[in-house]
């Protein structure tokens, strides 16, 4: 049974920084790409970051680039997100996500991800 479970949420001030886990079991981690969302109340789930199993290839949507980095251990069956210079905006549940399609390339749209965590929270106060 393939499990996700994120962690490292929490309350921090704007400017600071969080770094998220997610530990994967039941699947083969080091061959499959993963990703990281997060939905804010009211708003739709949007895509955050992505990278390939080999971490050599990264993905992040706009409005995190240059300030989130995503990271895997393949030997700890953990993908990370570091966090830094956080915003109120970027308030939200934050989930990690497996693709579909072992051949992901890149995709940001939620429906090409059909894993999911059961999330953390980050909430960024100003």
């Known amino acids: 049974q393939v499990q996700l479970v994120e962690s490292g949420g929490g309350l921090v001030q704007a400017g600071g920084s969080l770094r998220l886990s997610c530990a994967a079991s039941?699947?083969?981690?080091?061959?499959?790409?993963m990703g990281w969302f997060r939905q804010a109340p009211g708003k739709e789930r949007e895509f955050v970051a992505a990278l390939n199993p080999t971490g050599a290839r990264t993905y992040y949507a706009d409005s995190v680039k240059g300030r989130f980095t995503i990271s895997r251990d393949n030997e700890k069956n953990t993908a990370y997100l570091l966090m830094n210079r956080l915003r109120p905006e970027d308030t939200a549940v934050y989930y990690c996500a497996m693709p579909r399609n072992v051949l992901y390339s890149g995709s940001a749209d939620p429906a090409a991800f059909g894993t999911w965590g059961q999330g953390t929270q980050v909430t960024v106060s100003s």
């Open positions: 039941g699947l083969p981690f080091s061959r499959v790409a």
